[in-house]
């Protein structure tokens, strides 16, 4: 049921590769509470031709091509999006990841380095270089709202995540230190959303996937915050009724973050 929570806002959305992408649910739910949007992604991922699906589902939204890690990309993404929508921009969901090392099956202990700069860049500093375009570009409107989606191995050991931990630990920081600027001088808040394990292309990704979605289900009182639901969340931080919400990470996880221990997890141990 949509409650028009965007109405006459808009908004750029990064990241739908397929209809499991996080991404995806959150563009199809922020049309549906009334925002207009521009989709966009990588050109190699562009090429798979899906997010034309999506383009049509969300009433014909542009998309265009950018790699997040290029400087010209995204100065020419924001441009053609201002151009689109006749004005600056409200919101930015950045729903970026990516990990060569973990791609190419390297051990957290023997990582690449250079393969490790790339995925720093990509899942991480490509949130400073958005931020940056929409600030050297005065983008986005005062009381804005960008929002990256990050996972509690951040904070907490998840060997399989690997460099992914470090990525993401990166990610938030940069949400504050930039959250700090953009709030002082217009009022954008930007903020992380800590979600559950997901079945996704870069969740999926994750050595142990099964074993780690399962074992978050079990130790969640909720159970795992789906895809869907985590989609809803976002919407809710694009709205007006978060305004002054701001350099957070906030967990979407079902209470896996506070959870020291489940009766589930401590009957299979008994067992
Ligand atoms: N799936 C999970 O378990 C989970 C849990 C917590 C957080 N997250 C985070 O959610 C976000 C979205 O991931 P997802 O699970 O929907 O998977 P996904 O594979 O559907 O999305 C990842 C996206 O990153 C894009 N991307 C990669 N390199 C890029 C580049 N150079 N330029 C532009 N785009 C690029 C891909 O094309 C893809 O669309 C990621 O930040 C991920 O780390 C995922």
């Known amino acids: 049921m949509a409650n028009s929570l965007l109405t006459g806002k808009k908004g750029i959305i990064f990241g739908a590769l397929d209809e499991k992408s996080i991404a995806w649910k959150t563009a199809l739910k922020c049309y549906e509470e009334g925002a207009q949007i521009v989709l966009t992604n990588a050109p190699v991922a562009l090429r798979m031709g899906e997010i034309n699906k999506l383009s049509a589902l969300c009433g014909n939204a542009p998309v265009i091509g950018a790699d997040v890690t290029n400087m010209e990309d995204l100065k020419s993404l924001f441009e053609k999006s201002m151009e689109h929508f006749g004005g600056k921009i409200d919101f930015v969901l950045h729903s970026i990841g ?26 991480a500093m490509s949130l400073h270089k958005v931020l940056r375009t929409a600030w050297d570009m005065n983008a986005i409107s ?21 460099e992914m931990a470090d990525a993401k630990s990166l990610l938030e920081s940069i949400t504050r230190s930039f959250g700090y600027h953009y709030g002082v001088r217009n009022k954008v808040r930007v903020n992380t959303i800590s979600q559950s394990p997901t ?19 079990a130790m969640s009182p909720l159970g795992n915050a789906s895809a869907e639901d985590c989609a809803s969340y976002v919407t ?23 959870t020291g221990v489940t009766q589930a997890v401590i009957e299979r141990m008994e067992k």
Not at 142 to 162: C, E, K
Not at 199 to 217: H, L, Q
Not at 236 to 258: A, E, P
């Open 98 to 123: 990516m990990s060569l090392n973990v791609r190419k099956g390297k051990h957290y202990t023997e990582i690449n380095y250079e393969w490790n700069q790339k995925s720093l860049d990509i899942s």
């Open 142 to 162: 005062d009381w804005g709202s960008v929002v990256a989606l990050t996972y509690i191995a951040a904070q907490r050991v998840f060997p399989d995540y690997n």
């Open 199 to 217: 079945r996704t292309t870069a969740g999926s990704g994750v050595k142990g996937f099964d074993g780690f979605i399962n074992y978050a289900e």
């Open 236 to 258: 809710l931080m694009f709205s007006d009724l978060t305004r002054m919400v701001t350099m957070q990470n906030l967990f979407h996880d079902g209470g896996f973050s506070f």
